[in-house]
C-alpha cells in the first residue's frame, strides 16, 4: 500500500479487488512494520475509491469501531484474536461488532457479487 493517500489513485483504478491499508496502529505481529498511517490516511483513501477497503495493523476490540467509522469496510486482525485468554471467544466479539449497527460485508461479497 503507498505510504501517501495521493499515491493511492494507481491502486484505485487497478484490476485489484480491493485496497488494503496499514498499519492503521502500531503493531507488534511484523519484525520491521511500515510507519503507522493512522485513520486520517484511512478516512482519505476511503474518499478516493469505492473498492472495499481492508484496514490491517494494531487493530483490536477496542479501537475497531472507530477504524471502521474511518472507512474501513473490512478489519485484518492477528495479534488481538491469537493472543487472547479465548481466542474463538474474541474472533465471535469482532464479528459481532461487524454485524451490529450498519452490516459491513465481506471483501469476497464485493468483489464476487
Same mark, same amino acid.
Given at each position: 500500500?503507498?505510504?501517501?493517500?495521493?499515491?493511492?489513485? %494507481? /491502486?484505485?483504478?487497478?484490476? +485489484? #479487488?480491493?485496497? $488494503?491499508?496499514?498499519? *492503521?496502529?502500531?503493531?507488534?505481529?511484523? &519484525?520491521? @512494520?511500515?510507519?503507522?498511517?493512522?485513520?486520517?490516511?484511512?478516512?482519505?483513501?476511503?474518499?478516493?475509491?469505492?473498492?472495499?477497503?481492508?484496514?490491517?495493523?494494531?487493530?483490536?476490540?477496542?479501537? %475497531? /469501531?472507530?477504524?471502521?467509522? +474511518? #472507512?474501513?469496510? $473490512?478489519?485484518?486482525? *492477528?495479534?488481538?484474536?491469537?493472543?487472547? &485468554?479465548? @481466542?474463538?471467544?474474541?474472533?465471535?466479539?469482532?464479528?459481532?461488532?461487524?454485524?451490529?449497527?450498519?452490516?459491513?460485508?465481506?471483501?469476497?461479497?464485493?468483489?464476487?457479487?
Amino acid at each position: 500500500m503507498p505510504k501517501r493517500p495521493a499515491s493511492c489513485s %494507481a /491502486r484505485t483504478s487497478s484490476s +485489484a #479487488g480491493y485496497i $488494503s491499508i496499514g498499519p *492503521i496502529f502500531p503493531t507488534s505481529s511484523k &519484525a520491521n @512494520p511500515d510507519p503507522v498511517v493512522g485513520l486520517d490516511t484511512l478516512r482519505a483513501v476511503r474518499r478516493q475509491t469505492d473498492k472495499p477497503v481492508v484496514a490491517i495493523g494494531g487493530i483490536t476490540l477496542e479501537n %475497531a /469501531r472507530e477504524v471502521l467509522d +474511518a #472507512g474501513a469496510d $473490512s478489519l485484518a486482525v *492477528i495479534s488481538d484474536v491469537l493472543r487472547a &485468554a479465548d @481466542p474463538a471467544k474474541r474472533a465471535r466479539q469482532f464479528i459481532d461488532l461487524l454485524e451490529k449497527g450498519d452490516l459491513r460485508t465481506s471483501v469476497q461479497d464485493k468483489t464476487n457479487g
